[in-house]
């Protein structure tokens, strides 16, 4: 699991990181859904992002877009980064999303991960299990965010329950 980044990673990690940034910013330029993924750096760094999806369709609610926040290791891309959900809350079992934010897929774990996995791949398959998963936003708690450590918790959790992650 990603732990705080104080020393900012290691050369490897922020050439990939820095690669795949240019890469997923080329693609909000282009036409299309450009704005179906927006993505900027938490505090000028680049190994925690913030990462929202565009609602396809405008809600009645208002809610213009799924928030998600991703830590890299200073490991990556030899590790997985960690990715939950801030905001809004879902509903319970929908979407991949778990009790507690973290987005529940065996590709984000150890076990699960390979290198050679591009994000834009990542942000792709989180989409669909979204979708696929049934995800429904609990619009009674939609204004809470998810903290982190219900999210790390919640992984944790799940992904040793499922075999993904040692004890």
Known sequence: MV???SSQGSRQASQ?????MRSLMALQGGDGDS???????VEDS???WSVKFAASAPHSSGLAAVVMDVMFP??????PPFIRVVRPRFLLHTGHIT?????CMQL???SGWLPSVSLEN???SIRSEMIEGGGRIDFANSSRDYSVAESKEAFKRVAQRYGWMNT
């Open 122 to 124: 990542v942000f792709v």
């Open 46 to 48: 680049l190994y925690h």
């Open 16 to 20: 990939v990181l820095m690669r795949e």
């Open 35 to 41: 704005k179906a993924l927006e993505i900027e750096m």
């Open 99 to 103: 009790i507690g934010g973290s987005v």
């Open 3 to 5: 732990s705080s980044s």
């Open 74 to 79: 200073d490991s990556y891309p030899m590790a």
């Open 108 to 110: 984000l774990t150890p």
